[in-house]
């Protein structure tokens, strides 16, 4: 069962994904690499935080969320915005389609906007993406943008409130992105456990977008999931033409590694296509079963593949939503 827990979309003017789209992902790629839903990002990157900055920001995430939606026709596919509908779905043999925000700057100051995120469907927040917000330091700062190393020391006030709203209308808190504090310091005050849906491993290639063992230690700690991703600069340096030549094999090796550290169960893997995503022998949807067979290799059982791929996410999840108005 398959979920692939963070995907980018062309924006504006997207393709039609139920054909072939030269788009890592759509609807035939789905179906040739088995993959039983997608999480499609409205990504909104970061910009100046003026008045009509933010007013565009919004209006970007909520017309994205929206298209989303509307990619599920109930028929080719259906929209889900529980894990149990995306049970269903799978049991019925038709790919589901959900949604996410990517980027907390969408929402300015207007914490209202989180409640309304996951009335469209929206099921998580990543909080922050290259460069600080008005909720947190990035881990990748924007000095065009005026950035230091550090805004807020992690989480500002804003982002703390954030965080209690998301834990309140039951939407997943995602740190990738987020500052090294800023993490520790989101999943120490979540009452619910935080996930991180696109990153590697900074033991084995210390990229600033990579959780280190300390990090990994603290989502295991609060009962979280690090997703190890296919963005290649993450999992191994560049060579000597300037890109890193990463495979399949290294996305197997940071799984393994994260495991190793902190437990299968707080381990998981996404892809990042059509945002930067894509290895040797992981390049579109069509080849998710090659990384399945890169840990199969690597003695990895059923049991172990359905964690990796979709259990331990659908278990934070229904996590998140239990916890939903405490």
């Known amino acids: 069962m398959i979920l692939d827990t963070h995907v980018d979309i062309r924006w504006p003017e997207p393709p039609d994904w139920t054909c072939e789209s030269g788009m890592c992902v759509d609807l035939p790629r789905m179906r040739a690499g088995g993959v039983a839903g997608t999480v499609f990002i409205a990504f909104v990157p970061q910009g100046k935080r003026d008045f009509a900055s933010l007013r565009a920001a919004e209006e970007r995430s909520v017309a994205m969320l929206e298209h989303i939606r509307a990619r599920a026709d109930g028929m080719a596919a259906h929209f889900c915005a529980t894990p149990a509908e995306f049970e269903a779905a799978m049991r019925s043999g ?9 980027n907390g700057h969408a929402m300015g100051v207007d914490l209202g906007l989180i409640a309304r995120w996951r009335k469209l469907g929206a099921i998580y927040l990543t909080v922050t993406h290259d460069g600080h917000n008005a909720l947190a330091d990035a881990a990748k700062p924007k000095p065009h943008l005026g950035d230091g190393p550090s805004e807020h020391g992690g989480l500002s006030a804003l982002g703390r409130a954030a965080i209690r709203e998301m834990n309140r209308v039951g939407l997943m808190v995602d740190c990738s992105h987020v500052s090294k504090a800023g993490m520790m310091q989101a999943a120490e005050l979540s009452r619910v456990p935080v996930v991180v849906t696109h990153t ?74 059509d945002g930067g995503g894509g290895v040797s022998g992981w390049m579109h949807a069509g080849e998710m079963q090659n990384v399945s067979a890169a840990l199969r290799a690597r003695g990895y059982g059923e049991r172990e593949l359905a964690l990796l791929w979709s259990g331990n996410f659908l278990r934070v999840w229904r996590q998140v939503l239990r916890g939903a108005g405490a």
């Open 94 to 102: 038709i790919p589901a389609v959900l949604s996410a925000v990517e």
């Open 200 to 273: 590697a491993c900074a033991a084995l290639h210390p990229h600033p977008r990579n959780v280190d063992d300390e990090q990994l230690d603290m989502i295991r700690e609060v009962g979280g999931i690090a997703q190890v991703t296919a963005v290649a600069s993450f999992l191994r340096p560049a060579g000597p033409d300037g890109t890193s030549p990463s495979t399949v094999e290294d996305v197997a090796e940071h799984v393994e590694h994260a495991v190793r550290r902190i437990g299968i169960e707080h381990v998981g893997i996404s892809s990042d296509f």
